[in-house]
Structure formats: C-alpha cells, structure tokens
C-alpha cells in the first residue's frame, strides 16, 4: 500500500488566499484525522471523520478551518481566508476500527502564509 | 487535566552510545500508550503501542517500558546509529469513546558521529 497520500507537500500562499489541503487515506482504514503541528503546540487534532461522518472537529480553530469527506478515499482540509498563524505543518492521518490500532501519518503539507 | 510531559526536551548522544527518553503522563481512564518516531521533513511512524498490562516491549533496537502504577514510560534506544536522529513522540490515549490521543511535545534527538 502506498501508506496516507497528501497534497501538495509545500504550500506558500498570501495572506487572504483559500488553502485546500488533500488527503487519501489507505484503503480500507475507517477512520481519518486531521492534525496541525507546530513548534509551540506540537501535534494538535484538529478533526476525525469515521466511515466520512466527521465524529469530532472540536479542535478546529475557527469558522475559517472546514473539513469534508465525501468518500471513503478522500478527504479536504480548507482554510478561508488564511492568515500568517496557520502556518504550519497539517498531517493526515488514518487507521482502522478499534482505539488500540496504529494510526498511519501521511508526509504533511507544509503551509507558509505570508 | 490530560497531559503528556516528555523530558528532555532535546538530547545529543555520540553515535554507538544509548539513551532513555522519558514521558509522563496525567492521563486517565488510560487505554494505551505509543511511541512515535519523526524523521525531519517527514509524518510520524509507530514504533510500539503498550497497554495497560503490558510493561515492555521492543523493536529492534528500541525498547519501551511502561509503568501504569507511576504513570511513567520510558523509550531505550541501543547503540545509536545516525539514523535514529529524529523526534521521538510519546502519545497516551484515553479510554472513552472515539478516539482522545493526548501528544507529547517530543524529544529531539541527535545522534553524532
């Protein structure tokens, strides 16, 4: 399997701009998250979707963060408008059934926002 | 409050020596605790996942142990190589319904020849 695939790998985007961050997750995983990492906060969960339904999005900053899964192979992390502090790394992750699992990072979309 | 503290924050060995790496946790009801390695430029990768039952457990050249009692794990790494300079996270996961993972801010790690 070619593991948690996420687009585009580096992102630099003007303050203002839509960013729309991609994912596909490894087939057959049920659930998907959605992380941001930076060097203050580390690892923060964002949002998780299981089987599409998103189950959790607490951890979305603002109305300007959304997130869909239309399907099971796919997922879209946006921020609109995008402003300098998002900068960061944003991680997709996914794994299957229970909590005990390992859960599988994609490589990240390293987000510059000037 | 759920927490994960890891200490140090950063370490650098000399290549061949080994090193422990520390994680603490106020996590509770606890279900399982893993421990990630994040190579820079890059997502993390499992190394081990530990239960409440289980008080050790190894992968290759890295060992984890866990103390449930103390609330405390610890990652051995053996006989460093240059490869193992990365972030080591530590990550705790509350018994409850969906999916609460409690991250540590990691140990970066650098390994020098």
């Known amino acids: 399997d070619a593991g948690v695939i996420q687009s585009p790998r580096h992102e630099v985007t003007e303050m203002g701009q839509e960013v729309t961050l991609r994912c596909k997750p490894i087939?057959?995983?049920?659930?998907l998250f959605w992380y941001r990492q930076t060097m203050m906060r580390g690892l923060e969960l964002l949002i998780y979707f299981n089987n599409n339904v998103p189950i959790d999005d607490s951890g979305m900053p603002e109305d300007r963060f959304s997130a869909k899964m239309p399907n099971a192979s796919f997922s879209t992390l946006k921020i609109q408008p995008s402003e300098p502090r998002d900068s960061a790394v944003y991680f997709c992750a996914s794994r299957t059934g229970t909590s005990g699992n390992t859960i599988y990072f994609g490589e990240g979309s390293w987000l510059t926002v000037v | 409050k759920n927490q994960v503290e890891q200490s140090p924050q950063s370490l650098i060995i000399l290549e061949g020596k080994n090193c422990t790496l520390q994680c603490n946790y106020t996590v509770s009801p606890f279900s399982n605790l893993r421990w990630y390695k994040q190579d820079t430029g890059r997502g993390p990768v499992s190394l081990t996942i530990m239960t409440f039952s289980e008080n050790t457990k190894s992968n290759g050249r890295y060992t984890a142990t866990l103390d449930a009692d103390t609330k405390q794990s610890s990652l051995h790494i053996t006989a460093s190589q240059l490869s193992d300079s990365a972030s080591y996270i530590c990550v705790v996961s509350a018994y409850q319904a969906g999916t609460a993972l409690i991250f540590g801010k990691g140990t970066t790690l650098s390994v020098s020849s």
């Open positions: 087939s057959g995983h049920d659930y």
